[in-house]
């Protein structure tokens, strides 16, 4: 920088060409510092080498481009054109610098102090002739570089027209983008009051909100006593009859409950005297519809071939609220409607039992009379009667219990059908009749009064229920009776009546398990007819073998030879009566202490002794003989009941054991 400085002195004008005067290009970073004063660089004022050659074009964005150019980047350095107010010889300057003395000094020069040569410069490394070499090449014109001639210009202006019009376009459109963000700012500008409106508008509509909300619970159920919604007005005036209909009358009686207190109040307002004909008609509207469908139910059950249970659980007790609804409303209207359905089904019930009655009396039963009873001479009888052709029948042990046992612990088999029980050509005993005719009736009750405690409570009472059920069921029941004893009015079945009597214990821990105290009346009187039965026939058994005890001799009263020709074997009548016994054991369980059976058994078994005591004395003096006879029978006895069990079997088993030991030891 100094060099140039230096340079300009030595020539001593400022006419020189555009390369003389131009700003060299020094290695040296520039400084924004403004200590460098004294030895800035003079610059000629005008048209810098390194600016734009749009200064020809006279336009305002041309002139401001060409300005912008010229400004330096980064730099707040002002060039200065002023020249230097103390000149001074260059070769002593340059001498200075390499550090020689001057050998004098002209007259008029400046002397340069040493302090001015205290700066500190960093040359990049280089000597001072380098840098000085380094310049010379910067100074010295590129050789490629050509000076333009004024038909070069001219042959450019088209270049530097169209570049005008790009930068006016440029211009243009950079106008228009300026309007529209202004534009936008205006538009947001808008659009945030408008936000700020709506928040404001929020807030006022938020609280309003809330206070009408707390307005509207309190007034909330004032509202709703002394309203009725049109849903349900018109749901139960002229709406169907489905799912939804019950929860409409319950929410009409419960607003009709609700009027009724409201009524009884001393101060009334004109909204609850208004509601009152209205709750009115509604609830009238309503008994007349739901007296309508249940009729039409009633009517559906005396239909032939109907299934009345079907028909309860799909259209009574689906709607069971109607009922309750009508009861409450109309208590009048609602027991009327309860007889005709009872009368209903009292009809139901006794036509389809007379019809299943019917056909169970075709079935082919052994008959069991007062001839087959322990006595041997007796079924001799009976035999020659059969040979007579006076009697007939399939053949048929009174005395063995066999398979009839199977019938009580057949507790899932259902009862016979109608169809089967007229198309079956087998014979049976009496239990199979006595099983399918109560078997079906316990069912149905039991049904029916779970009906009638479901669908009529809590209207009525279970004592009220009972007597309902009571008279719907009293022809049925009487007919029951009346088959029982046309079963065993005759009969001498005893193993057949005790079946009948373990069934209705069996139907009897069935309905305590169902939970339908209101059959037990008709359980009760069924056993008060098998009980005395089975003991008339006991009775008959011992009066046989009583008989058959007092036809036997007491002493011997045969020869000697014919008491030899007596066999010791058991006795038929020991045979029977251990079949009959093994056929009371096996029935008998869980028998309790109570029961007559055992009673009965004991005085049974007392005769049959009796007899074979008696019977043995016919050996005569032979003690030998008897003892064998007496030990064959008991012991026949004891093996026939040996599988048995229960408390009265080990009693009976153990007493025939004691009689056994005792002749096996006389023996």
Sequence with gaps: MWLDRL?????????????????????LPRRTSSNLSPYVTSQRQGQSPRGSSLSLISSESSASLLTSSRRPNGSSLKQSSAPVAHPTNSIETLEKLLGKAPSSTTAGDTEILDPDFDLDFDFGGLSLKELAASQMDVDAPPPNRKSQKPCDYESD?????????????CDDILNSVETNLTSFRNDLASVAADIE?????????????????????????????????????TKITTGII???????????????????????????????????????KLVQKAVERIRDVIVAQIKALRSPNINAQIIQQQNFLKFKELYTFLYKHHSKLAEEIALAYMNT??????????RYEKALGKIKLHILDKNDTLNPEETTRMASVLSAGRITGPPHDAFNIGRRVDIIKAGDQPALSSFLAEEDKATHYLEVPFRSFNLALIDNAAVEYTFLATYFSPSLSFSHISKNFNYIFEPTFELGKTLSKTLIGDTYDALGVLLCIRL?????????????????????????????????IIDRHCECVRQLTNSTPAKASKSTAEQAKISAAPHQ??????????????????????EPVAASLQRLRTDVEAFLTRFGNSFGADKRKTARFMYNNYSLILTIISDTTGKLADEHQRHFEELKTAYQDGD
């Design 7 to 27: 340079a300009g002195q030595a020539s001593g004008s400022g006419s020189s060409t555009p390369q003389s005067v131009s700003r060299s290009y020094s290695p």
């Design 157 to 169: 202006q088209a270049k530097f027209e169209d570049l005008h019009r790009s930068i006016t376009a």
């Design 197 to 233: 409106s709506l928040q404001d508008r929020s807030t006022a509509l938020n609280k309003r909100l809330d206070n009408r909300k707390e307005v509207e619970k309190a007034l909330n159920p004032l509202v709703e006593e002394l309203s009725v919604s049109p849903e349900v007005i």
């Design 242 to 280: 489905d799912e939804t209909w019950p929860k409409m009358l319950t929410e009409l009686d419960r607003r009709a409950t609700a009027h009724k207190k409201k009524f009884k109040e001393t101060q009334q307002s004109k909204a609850t005297s208004d509601l009152g004909p209205l709750l009115e």
């Design 345 to 354: 089904m009292r009809w139901y019930y006794h036509t389809q039992f007379t």
């Design 504 to 536: 209705n214990q069996h139907f009897a821990f069935e309905l305590q398990r169902r939970r339908v105290p209101a059959v037990d009346s008709y359980i009760n009187a069924t056993n008060m007819l098998l009980w005395p039965r089975l003991q008339v």
């Design 573 to 594: 009548v020991t045979q029977r009566f251990g079949q009959l016994l093994h056929g009371f054991l096996s029935l008998s369980v869980e028998a309790g202490d109570d």
